[in-house]
């Protein structure tokens, strides 16, 4: 293909938003001669944008001097500030620092008075985010009237975004989320940049995240995934942005998912040695490995996140619950829990699992203590997500003291949080909670309804810690059965004593095959049998029938 051919389609794939073509085109053109800087920008933009990011760092630094060499002092600007925060987003502070410095010389000498000179006041404004909101907030609030003097979308985006932010740190969570909402509507409607929609994305589940708004935080991903999905070959997430991602659909039930997104995340910071993200986003898949029962593979996960300097807890203290070592487990939630420097988002989750482990050990107190903590902390927040989870820990902790009744009560309406919140293996977890609270009061049909329901979800999610719960809750409720068979067992050995199918029956008793096949088998197991024959005689016998 000649070179004008391949610069023009090369272009023209840019305008179209082709990214992967763009960068294919306009490489073979760059191979055959020096791009001018224009298309060398181009060049570095859709190799940012298709995940090469060290072909965009040098391709932008090649555009910069370019534009340097001809004149070009504000599109030079420009390159220099997104290099500077693309690096800096890498966690390469001394690069982008310095990219950022040389484009505030340039300003300062050249272009006083413009736009530019607004872009770079955006990381002052970010560097003062967390320690002085309220001057970040002043810086966000002069930046919103530049971009508009100028008409600048992309400033106008990140400076919205700015404000929210700082909002929401100064503890308006309401009028930042609002503000977050700009922003993100911005670049759902196709008005700034790819580069930038990337990063306002990436801020605003970072903030939904913060403020426990985890449906805000599901509808922006679910309108900018539809957004992506009209750019070939994009790839605007980077890795906290992918971690968050995974946190969203493992709440949601998308295990898989999460865990290829994980990955995605681990694979785009093995190229930025040092990087913190990487214990991150290692701390997120040792948890989904916990959760599906691969305790070794988690412990590795969890060690690794500890060397990049990631706090593994509460996360490593359920392992060891899980695999046994119950005092193990509360001495390290109880000295987690006792750093009050915590942000909520991370102190929440800390005391729910301090409630857990504190039960397994037999400390009541500790448990009830961390439970009330956990009540006002949602206190604070209008979050469903947080109501949920500290409804869940006060009802099991009701369950604890023999207070049946009101936990069934408190369970039922956190059950129902959960599910508006589209929770799925949260709620599962507390209809095992409840079907303790039912056996207890001698309710065993509703008991095993609860864990049949549980046990859907888990076999779904393949969480088989949990089905082993479920399966303990069952015999210690039973003994006194015949053949030691739950209330549920004898449900579906009745139908088995009919001729019914394992079809049949879940059909009758709306629960999955899967369900009865795992029945039919402990019933089989229970009574000593070898097949559904002998089962339906054994409920003959025993007037079951």
């Not at 985006?157 to 509507?185: I, K």
């Not at 997500?385 to 409804?391: D, I, K, R």
């Not at 999955?512 to 005689?537: D, F, W």
């Amino acid at each position: 293909m000649a070179i004008t051919e391949s610069l023009e389609r090369g272009r023209a794939a840019c305008t179209e938003h082709a990214w992967d073509d763009a960068y294919q085109f306009l490489s073979d053109a760059d191979g055959a001669r020096s791009l001018e800087a224009a298309d060398l920008e181009r060049l570095g933009v859709a190799a940012y944008l298709t995940g090469r990011d060290e072909a965009a760092v040098a391709d932008l630094e090649r555009a910069y001097q370019a534009y340097l060499g001809q004149g070009g002092i504000e599109r030079a600007v420009r390159c220099a500030f997104w290099l500077g925060i693309t690096l800096l987003l890498r966690g390469q502070h001394a690069r982008g620092g310095g990219w950022l410095g040389r484009a505030q010389r340039l300003v300062e000498e050249r272009l006083p008075g413009s736009v530019e000179q607004g872009y770079l006041m955006i990381p002052a404004g970010l560097q003062a985010l967390e320690a002085d909101p309220a001057s970040a907030y002043e810086t966000f609030d002069k930046l919103v009237a530049i971009a508009n003097e100028f008409d600048d979308a992309d400033l106008t985006a990140l400076s919205r975004l700015g404000l929210g932010q700082a909002l929401v740190a100064m503890g308006e969570a309401a009028r930042g989320v609002a503000m977050l909402d700009e922003a993100m509507l911005c670049v759902t409607a196709g008005e700034v940049s790819p580069i930038a929609a990337g990063i306002v994305y990436c801020a605003v589940i970072l903030a939904c995240r913060d403020t426990f708004d985890l449906g805000r935080a599901q509808e922006w991903t679910a309108a900018l995934s539809e957004w992506c999905s009209k750019q070939q070959g994009l790839r605007p997430y980077r890795g906290q942005c992918l971690v968050h991602r995974s946190e969203i659909m493992q709440l949601h039930g998308q295990w898989e998912d999460a865990m290829a997104e994980i990955r995605r995340a681990c694979e785009h910071l093995a190229a930025q040695p040092g990087n913190p993200v990487m214990g991150m986003a290692q701390y997120q898949q040792a948890e989904i490995l916990r959760l599906r029962g691969k305790y070794a593979d988690a412990e590795l996960a969890y060690r690794e996140a500890a060397a990049y300097g990631h706090n593994v807890h509460p996360g490593l203290a359920l392992l060891r619950l899980a695999q046994g070592h119950v005092q193990d487990a509360h001495a390290a939630i109880r000295r987690v829990a006792s750093d009050a420097a915590e942000r909520p988002v991370e102190r929440a989750k800390i005391l729910a699992a301090y409630v857990r482990i504190a039960l397994a050990a037999g400390d009541t107190n500790g448990a009830k203590q961390a439970a009330e903590d956990l009540q006002e902390i949602a206190a604070r927040f209008d979050s469903q997500y947080l109501q949920a989870m500290a409804g869940s820990v006060r009802g099991t902790v009701m369950v604890s003291e023999g207070d049946y009744t009101s936990a069934c009560t408190t369970l039922r309406a956190a059950w129902l949080a959960w599910q508006e919140v589209e929770a799925p293996y949260e709620g599962a977890r507390l209809r095992v909670i409840m079907a303790r609270a039912y056996h207890a009061l001698g309710d065993h049909d509703t008991a095993e309804m609860e864990l049949d329901a549980a046990a859907h979800v888990f076999e779904q999610l393949g969480a088989a810690p949990d089905l082993r719960e479920i399966a303990e809750v069952s015999r210690r409720s039973t003994a006194q059965a015949p053949g030691g068979l739950s209330a549920r067992e004898i449900e579906v050995l009745r139908l088995v004593a009919t001729g019914a199918t394992n079809r049949g029956i879940a059909n009758t008793l709306v629960i999955s095959e899967k369900t009865v096949s795992r029945h039919i088998s402990n019933i089989l197991t229970k009574l000593g049998l070898s097949s559904r024959t002998a089962a339906a005689a054994f409920a003959y016998d025993n007037d079951l029938a």
